[in-house]
């Protein structure tokens, strides 16, 4: 993307803050937690949000979902994974993966081979799984779901609550991200010729 995407335009708001927004709206700002990178500075979100960071970079998903596990400790049966780049996110979709749960450690969305990692639900005690993946360093979240007792969801299991399952279009590439904003209706931001980052929304 060639930049934070975190602190990308979407209307009104950060791409961070319209994902805060949506999903605080399924499970309460309160019971949110943001992992940053080490060094990253998260656009500014409600104060009822809690903002921790990773000590390492470039880990990937598990060292993210270990940090915020961390952070959670016992306070909850089961957590809603996602990144920050799904401006398109629908609450619908996160209330049906808690309910697919069951009595599984795991509900991952799959799309053939892919598994959605990070549009998926975890127990709090698959922490101690994960930190041992990062140990070995076996980053991917697959073998997490090899370990543990996995839901594997279908996607066509999610269509009716999300028929273009738009939850899972995270936004790598420009066009993706021009694409997302149109989705939405909002036109594209504004450069600014100062800095060279997006402005407002475009009329």
Known sequence: MGRDKASLPFGSELMLQRVVRVLG???????????????????????????????????????????????????????????????????????????????????????GERHHSLAAVYRPRVLAKVEALLAADRLRPRFLFDEVRTREITVDELRDVDPDLDTLKNLNYHEDYIAALAAAGFGVPVENPESGEAGGPGL
Do not use: K, W
């Not at 990773?54 to 994974?81: H, M, S």
């Open 25 to 111: 709206g399924v499970v309460g700002l309160q019971n949110l937690i943001i992992v940053g990178a080490p060094e990253q500075c998260v656009p500014p979100v409600p104060s009822e949000v809690t903002v921790v960071h990773d000590q390492r970079g470039f880990r990937g998903p598990l060292q993210g979902l270990a940090t915020g596990l961390r952070e959670i400790g016992d306070r909850f049966d089961a957590v809603y994974l996602t990144a920050c780049d799904v401006p398109l996110l629908m609450p619908a979709f996160v209330e049906r993966i808690f309910q697919l749960l069951g009595d599984y450690e795991i509900a991952v969305p799959v799309d």
